[in-house]
């Protein structure tokens, strides 16, 4: 009798521990951040439940989860997020789930990425294309490991269907800012953010408004005045502005620099909702181009 419900003991204690979702073998994916949450579901297609935290037209540097969602991902087969330092409100609750066991994918740390002025790397990889090709393979690889009950060959088909989308994406981009005069491809932003960009299509960024690459930091008023000097020096006719922060310092620097300086949104670090032009990576990379161009090309 006192073998029996050992037993059935034993048993329930397995059960309970393939419930909790640690150590990986689950069938969802939950994606930190709404870019890569498109991404990854153009991946992943019907083969798993894709949960993305980051809501449309948020800040990836401080948006922050609820109970439920932090559950989630410690429920997860696979995690994707930047790994770069990007999602710094939630990167607690990946790192808890991490060393529970959950896999996690630190997409940006596998592109090859590059370092602000200051040697912190620069999370913002997704504004090369050619580096989301290489994330997006990364993602199909560590699905197909991860994920229990996906089909391999679908994934691997989503994916290149995918990869070769993004290729279009990057001809058209290429394209599109070959007609800007290498003399006005200067960019200013709020926060440093088109470092990829930048180095991918042969663009120089001026500077930013925000220092560093996070928005949770503050310009000082040197700050301003030095990159009001540098506008001024440059003769760029437009600062871009993420359509997902307010650009009263990018006015600021605006009217500081002493210039007829355009404030131009981007959609820089978070998709939008349907309808507002943005709502798929794919979507918000065209939008953009078009934006810059017009941008640096108005006289």
């Excluded at 990836?60 to 989630?72: D, E, K, L, Y």
């Excluded at 991490?98 to 990425?113: D, I, Y």
């Excluded at 925000?210 to 006719?237: E, F, M, Q």
Aim: with cysteine.
């Amino acid at each position: 009798m006192r073998r029996r419900v050992l037993a059935l003991f034993m048993v329930a204690l397995l059960a309970a521990a393939g419930c909790s979702g640690t150590g990986g073998g689950g069938k969802s994916v939950v994606v930190t951040t709404n870019i890569l949450g498109d991404i990854t579901r153009a991946v992943v297609g019907d083969q798993a439940e894709v949960t993305v935290l980051m809501k449309p037209n948020a800040d990836p540097h401080s948006f922050g989860i609820s109970a439920q969602q932090a559950a989630q991902v410690e429920r997860a087969g696979l995690i994707v997020y930047n790994g770069l330092g990007l999602e710094e409100g939630i990167l607690r609750t990946v790192r808890t789930a991490e060393e529970s066991g959950v896999p996690a994918l630190p997409a940006g740390e596998r592109v090859n990425p590059i370092s602000y002025a200051d040697s912190k790397p620069d999370p913002h990889f997704w504004t090369d294309p050619e580096r989301v090709r290489d994330a997006v393979k990364t993602i199909a690889d560590e699905v197909v490991a991860h994920v229990d009950g996906v089909d391999e060959a679908v994934i691997r088909a989503n994916a290149e269907r995918y990869r070769g989308e993004i290729e279009a994406l990057d001809k058209a981009m290429t394209e599109k800012f070959g007609g800007i005069p290498p003399e006005r491809r200067k960019l200013v932003t709020n926060h440093h953010v088109f470092g990829y960009l930048a180095q991918r299509f042969g663009f120089q960024v001026v500077g930013a408004v925000i220092p560093g690459g996070t928005t949770l930091a503050s310009p000082s008023s040197s700050d301003l005045k030095a990159l009001a000097d540098t506008v001024r020096a440059a003769g760029v006719p437009v600062i871009f502005a993420d359509s997902s922060q307010p650009d009263r310092l990018a006015r600021v620097l605006a009217e500081q620099a002493g210039l007829h300086v355009q404030v131009a949104p981007l959609f820089s670090e978070s998709l939008s909702e349907p309808g507002q032009g943005a709502a798929t990576y794919l979507e918000m990379m065209r939008a953009n181009t078009e934006s810059i161009t017009t941008g640096l090309t108005r006289s």
